[in-house]
């Protein structure tokens, strides 16, 4: 069950599925608040931000892409996007936009559930000694949510956070594709792998001083990715 | 009755070029043959009959009343030569040069005939096997008539040499226009293989393959009537493909709907009669398989309209498998890794390799009543999965058509309540050709009853990492 008073913004141009995955949502315990078209759902979302949207990229008018930047642009809210195939550019260009995860039309609506739990977790800090992390630069506050490149606070989305403090829980250490899409997104072996690639790139982009050189998130050829101590 | 088999095209060419060939160059070697003969033979006639002119005049001076037989002879000795031998009838009397070889018998009576009339004349005869021209001169004044005889073997040889040689030279020219037939028709065959090759690409699913025959103007119309084929043929298969991608597209949405109402309705199974729960649980399943259903239509439209894209990374082969029977509902399956398979790195997309492992788990599911062993082994170029059941195995003759679309089989003959539509397989066997793979069914090796299906995948030879990404790792 959702968490009480958690909203999902919901962006579908056809109404009978809006309506039918609104039921499906409220009965996981969600509120839900709809949107046909992008215009709609920006002046929803400024009027009064969701915890979660879900956005199907076929809109008409400015279409999903456009729309996940435009929320992207003021909000680290988790984004899920609805596309039409699993094979396509459109994922990790929807990725690229800032979406954080993604489901393939027709999904059953309590995978969508499982999905928006997984992007609400919150991150786990039990090692009091992991409450504050420093990486050369780079600082992490885990409790508070907070990174620091030189000082001056970087915002990362939540799924970038996450994706962030999950690697400097055991600095050195190379976590797999799998790994990771299982912690981070509550995949298992078979989550997509470019949910992760897509992912570290814009972290690196923030992060980084040269996203092309980077000295914090470093890949390692064949096995994964890890944050260099 | 077999019907003969026909020569080809090129075989016939060749035999055309070789028989003009032979008939040109008869005709010439003919026409040189009886030409020249005339020539030379004419030139040794009148060579001939100079001589013998000369000699009958010399007879004619040396000869007189008082000319013994003997002297005569003499006479008749001193003009004999290698080519002409003199012979001559004095006072009816007929002396010849006393070797025997032309006589009085020799003369035909026609040449007798005309020169006792007081005509000179020749005639050509075969003397002792030889052509031989004879030349009859009256002599008047010595009341003699003389005769030489001339051969012309010599003349005959040569041209019996030349017969030979124009032979010869008919034979090497039949022959070099056999070759040149060869030559022009395989030069001439070249565009139409062309057209072959065009052809058998098309038939092999490259649709976009065109002619290109700049070589042959003659063939210009031959080549774009191919060319247009060709493109209707794309843009029909093309529609044809695209019709179909679009309709199980346009089904997304209403099962989008049904699937979300459907949850909703089982949400609320406990507040309703029985008879409306049954009723939902019967629609919850058939709308679960109808989603099956698109998304299988989805994907193999996709293959058909070429528009599958592989994303592929580096996995081990062994913990794919592994984690496949984890996630996988059948409790009898056991897995055997090879060694081998634990180290073997394959270039897969796991997505569809996922599902072509889901698809024959659930096929010996409905079929073979489950599968109950999944082996893995692998070689420095082939990583093979094989997933085994204890049914009754597949007829030899299915083996190839179970992998069609929509072939079920005669186990899957009766629509029972779980039967698929048929196409698990098929979209199997698209997603291991996209991997340059082969998938087939065949017995269990250890003999019992039961399907065994492999599929064989080529080895990562290092260099593909994450194609999508060029981060990749």
């Known amino acids: 069950m959702g968490q009480v008073g958690t909203r999902i913004l919901t962006v579908e141009d056809d109404e009978r599925i809006r309506t039918a995955v609104k039921l499906a949502l409220e009965d996981e315990g969600w509120e839900v608040a709809e949107a046909s078209n992008g215009e709609d759902a920006l002046q929803l979302f400024t009027q009064e931000p969701a915890d979660v949207v879900l956005i199907d990229i076929m809109l008409p008018g400015i279409d999903g892409f456009e729309v996940c930047r435009s929320v992207r642009r003021t909000s680290d809210v988790p984004i899920i996007m609805v596309t039409a ?62 990174v620091r490149k030189a000082g001056e606070e970087v915002h990362l989305t939540k799924t970038e956070f996450r994706l962030l403090v999950e690697l400097a829980t055991t600095p050195g250490r190379v976590f797999s594709r799998e790994v990771l899409l299982e912690r981070v997104w509550g995949y298992g072996y078979f989550g997509d792998g470019r949910l992760v690639d897509v992912h570290i790139r814009r972290l690196r982009t923030k992060i980084e001083s040269d996203a092309a050189q980077p000295q914090h998130v470093v890949t390692v050829r064949g096995l994964g990715y890890k944050l260099q101590v | 009755m077999f019907p003969l088999k026909t020569p080809g ?54 000869i007189t009343d008082d000319t013994e037989a003997e002297g005569v002879d003499d006479i008749l000795s001193a003009l004999q030569s290698s080519s002409s031998r003199p012979l001559v009838q004095l006072n009816g009397v007929w002396q010849g040069d006393g070797s025997g070889a032309f006589t009085q018998e020799d003369v035909p009576v026609e040449l007798l005939t005309l020169v006792a009339s007081g005509q000179p004349g020749r005639i050509r005869i075969a003397l002792n096997d030889q052509l031989t021209l004879i030349h009859g001169i009256p002599l008047p004044e010595d009341n003699a008539d003389y005769f030489e005889a001339a051969s012309l073997a010599e003349t005959e040889s040569n041209l019996r040499s030349l017969q030979l040689v124009l032979i010869g030279a008919a034979l090497t020219s039949t022959l070099l226009a056999a070759l040149l037939g060869k030559y022009a028709s395989r030069r001439m065959l070249e565009p139409l293989n062309e057209v072959s090759d065009a052809a058998v690409a098309i038939a092999g699913g490259r649709l976009d393959t065109r002619l290109d025959l700049q070589v042959a103007p003659e063939l210009t119309s031959l080549a774009n009537s191919f060319n247009d084929m060709a493109g209707a043929l794309e843009t029909r298969i093309d529609r044809d493909a695209r019709f179909a991608s679009e309709v199980s597209h346009e089904l997304r949405s209403p ?102 492992m889901a698809n024959l788990i659930e096929n010996a599911r409905k079929y073979g009543g489950g599968a109950t062993r999944i082996d893995v082994f692998a070689t420095a170029d082939t990583a093979t999965i094989a997933v085994e059941d204890a049914g009754p195995g597949v007829p030899l003759a299915e083996r190839e058509v179970i992998f069609d679309r929509f072939s079920r089989g005669s186990a899957g003959g009766s629509r029972g309540i779980d039967t698929g539509v048929g196409l698990g397989l098929s979209l199997v066997d698209e997603h291991v050709r996209l991997h340059n793979g082969r998938v087939w069914v065949e017995d269990r090796p250890d003999g019992l009853s039961g399907a065994r299906f492999v599929v064989e995948l080529p080895v990562s030879d290092g260099e593909a990492d994450g194609s999508w990404d060029e981060e990749g790792i």
Not at chain 1, 98 to 125: C, H, M, N, Q, W
Not at chain 2, 285 to 313: H, K, P, Y
């Open chain 1, 85 to 146: 195939r699993a094979d396509t550019h459109d994922v990790v260009a929807g990725l690229e936009a800032g979406a954080d995860d993604y489901l393939t039309k027709p999904f059953a609506p309590k995978e969508l559930s499982a999905r928006i739990r997984a992007l609400l977790r919150r991150v786990r800090t039990s090692d009091p000694a992991a409450s504050h992390l420093a990486f050369g630069d780079l600082e992490i506050i885990p409790d508070e949510g907070v």
């Open chain 2, 9 to 62: 095209l090129g075989t016939r060419i060749s035999l055309a070029f070789a028989l003009g060939g032979l008939l040109l160059s008869t005709f010439l070697a003919f026409a040189t043959q009886t030409l020249t003969r005339e020539v030379l033979l004419r030139q040794r006639e009148n060579a001939a009959l100079s001589l013998a002119l000369g000699n009958a005049q010399l007879a004619q001076s040396q």
């Open chain 2, 255 to 356: 099962l989008m709907t049904l699937a979300a109402s459907v949850e909703v309705l089982e949400n609320n199974l406990d507040q309703m009669p029985d008879r409306a729960a049954t009723a939902v649980e019967l629609l919850s399943s058939d709308v679960t398989r109808f989603q099956t259903l698109v998304q299988d239509l989805l994907e193999i439209s996709r293959f058909d309209a070429g528009d599958a894209v592989l994303e592929l990374e580096p996995v081990g082969i062994g913990e794919f498998v592994r984690q496949v029977a984890r996630r996988s509902t059948e409790s009898e399956l056991a897995t055997s890794i090879a060694p081998t398979a634990e180290e073997a790195i394959v270039d897969v997309d796991k997505r569809r390799l996922a599902q072509v």
